[in-house]
Each structure stands twice: as structure tokens, then as C-alpha cells.
């Protein structure tokens, strides 16, 4: 019976921690199929699995890559987690899309949103 309070026990604070550690990204705008914009990100931080650009934008760092220019001198930034070492960029964002475009100098990378 003790096995089974202390496993009662560790499942019940895991479920009232978990709004905790979600509301952490409340303050940022999340980046969704129905945003448009085109930004030039000039900050990139990546926290517990999201990717804040600006302060002020949140996007999933698992975001796949989809393409790139055979011949793009960009080749390991297979996920958005990676973009942090571009910075400056520019992000371009069309609504009702679920892909969004990476602008480095002359090369373009397409991320599919998650």
C-alpha cells in the first residue's frame, strides 16, 4: 500500500505543476497557421522547447525543415531550434499557410509549422 500512496502522490503534483511550467509561455504570441507577418528576427532564444523570436513570438524548436536550395550554404538547420545561429534573419509568414519561410542573405529555407 505504501508503493502505491507514493505513486499516487508523485502523479498528483506532476498534474499541478503542469499549468506552471506551460504558463511560462503565455506572454509570447504564438505563431499559428492564421498569423501573417515578416519580421526580421534579431533575437533567438530557445526555452523548454519553444523558440522565442524577439521577446515577443513563440515557436515550436521541433518545427521541421522542408526545403532548402540543393546548393544552400545553410545545411544543418534541419529544425527551427538551429536558427539561433543565423541571426539576423528575416521570418516570413503567410496567413492561412501552415509553412513559413526562413530569409538568409540569398538562401530560403521552409519550416512546416507543428
Not at 501573417?36 to 513570438?57: A, C, T, W
Not at 526562413?102 to 507543428?114: A, G, M, W
Amino acid at each position: 500500500m505504501k508503493i502505491k500512496n507514493t505513486y499516487v502522490k508523485s502523479i498528483t503534483i506532476c498534474i499541478a505543476l503542469s499549468p506552471i511550467s506551460c504558463s511560462h509561455f503565455n506572454q509570447y504570441t504564438p505563431i499559428t497557421t492564421e498569423s501573417e507577418m515578416s519580421i526580421v528576427v534579431q533575437n533567438h532564444k530557445n526555452d523548454r522547447g519553444g523558440s522565442i523570436l524577439n521577446s515577443k513570438y513563440l515557436l515550436d524548436s521541433s518545427c521541421p525543415l522542408v526545403y532548402k536550395k540543393r546548393f544552400s550554404n545553410l545545411e544543418t538547420l534541419d529544425e527551427v531550434y538551429f536558427l539561433a545561429q543565423l541571426i539576423p534573419y528575416q521570418l516570413q509568414k503567410i496567413k492561412g499557410d501552415n509553412q513559413f519561410f526562413i530569409i538568409k542573405e540569398n538562401d530560403t529555407l521552409i519550416y512546416k509549422l507543428l
